[in-house]
C-alpha cells in the first residue's frame, strides 16, 4: 500500500480537543486537526490500495464524526496520479 497526502477542509472555524477526539475516535487516527483563520481542517497522510480509496475511507471517517466536508486539497505528488490514471483511462465515443 502506498501513503497518500490531501488535507480535508471541516464545515467548522475552530478546532476543539473534544472535536478533534471524535475524530481521533472515528477512525481519523492518521490525520493531524488543526484550525487556522477561521478554518478547521484535517491533515492526512492515508495508506491504501489507491488515492481514491484514501479519499473515500477519510472522507467516510470524518463524516463518521459528525462533520461536513466542505473542501479536500491534494498534495501536489498525488494529482500526478489522477493525471496519469486520466491518461490511462479508455477512451469512448459518444
Known amino acids: 500500500m502506498k501513503s497518500y497526502g490531501f488535507t480535508v ?3 467548522l472555524e475552530e478546532m476543539s480537543e473534544d472535536d ?3 475524530l481521533y475516535v472515528a477512525g481519523c487516527d492518521d ?3 488543526c484550525s487556522s483563520c477561521g478554518r478547521a481542517y484535517v491533515g492526512f497522510d492515508r495508506e491504501a490500495r489507491s488515492l481514491e480509496d ?3 475511507s477519510a472522507l467516510a471517517d470524518v463524516r ?3 462533520f461536513r ?3 479536500v486539497e ?5 494529482l500526478a496520479v489522477l493525471e496519469n490514471a486520466q491518461d490511462a483511462a479508455p477512451q469512448t465515443r459518444t
Open 9 to 11: 477542509f471541516l464545515d
Open 20 to 22: 478533534a477526539e471524535r
Open 31 to 33: 490525520g493531524l486537526c
Open 54 to 56: 484514501a479519499l473515500r
Open 64 to 66: 463518521k464524526a459528525g
Open 69 to 71: 466536508v466542505t473542501r
Open 74 to 78: 491534494l498534495e501536489p505528488e498525488d
